[in-house]
């Protein structure tokens, strides 16, 4: 079946620094959600990226979906400690949401 | 934006027990819904997709006679952890995609999770 696998697991970094997470799909996808997650919240959407190449950005931000449409990766320039949590890529095989597979996830703890 | 509602947030009960979980859409109807079971510090794994006005469907692995799903209406699904044990205890999430103009936006809505305790 499908994988989506993200990296790295966790990342630690000081306030300032820059952050990014990768994603990759065993299979090609039709389009890639992100999420963030709080400790102890749920997950809440960021963006969807559709197309081959996309590049979104949101402020700080910086979203982008590869000319395969199998891997994607989330860059998040100068954190904040606002920034914590665990970052989800979602690949999608159809156009629809009904499959949907999630990546394990990436911890970001920023420390001021 | 679209609003997911769950109830209750945190439950805790005896071994043996049944403990049912509330998914609502507020603002908006979702044919279909999804149930998550997520381990701390642990990504969301996807236990059924709820549908309206029909049997959700399981992933495999998930029991369906243990894990009831009821989607009576367009805005409600309801998980049922049946005879519930210690290993039952997790934090399940549900979510909805909104049908704004007929069709299914994509992005999908978190309810706030339902933390269970088991004793």
């Known amino acids: 079946g499908q994988q989506v696998m993200q990296i790295p697991q966790y990342q630690h970094v000081q306030e300032g620094e820059d952050f990014t997470t990768y994603c990759n799909s065993s299979?090609?996808?039709?389009?890639i959600q992100w999420y963030k997650q709080r400790p102890g919240g749920h997950p809440v959407f960021l963006i969807q990226l559709v197309k081959s190449g996309e590049v979104k950005k949101q402020k700080r931000l910086t979203f982008q979906f590869g000319e395969a449409k199998k891997n994607s990766s989330l860059h998040i320039t100068a954190t904040q400690t606002t920034d914590v949590g665990t970052y989800f890529c979602a690949g999608n095989r159809d156009s629809g949401y009904s499959t949907l597979t999630f990546g394990k996830g990436t911890m970001l703890l920023v420390s001021p | 934006g679209a609003v997911v509602s769950q109830h209750p947030s945190r439950v805790i009960c005896k071994s043996g027990t049944s403990v049912k979980i509330e998914c609502r859409s507020l603002?908006?109807?979702?044919?279909?819904m999804f149930w998550y079971r997520q381990f701390p510090k642990q990504s969301l794994m996807l236990m059924a997709t709820?549908?309206?006005?029909?049997?959700?469907t399981y992933e495999q692995g998930v029991e369906k006679d243990k894990f009831l799903i009821n989607h009576a209406s367009l805005t409600l699904s309801t998980l049922t952890v049946t005879s519930a044990h210690p290993e039952d205890s997790s934090f399940y999430i549900c979510?909805?995609?909104?049908?704004w103009g007929g069709g299914d936006t994509g992005e999908l809505f978190f309810g706030e999770g339902s933390r269970l305790t088991v004793l």
């Open positions: 603002d908006f109807q979702a044919t279909t």
């Open positions: 299979t090609t996808l039709s389009n």
């Open positions: 709820s549908n309206e006005g029909s049997k959700a």
């Open positions: 979510s909805a995609s909104p049908m």
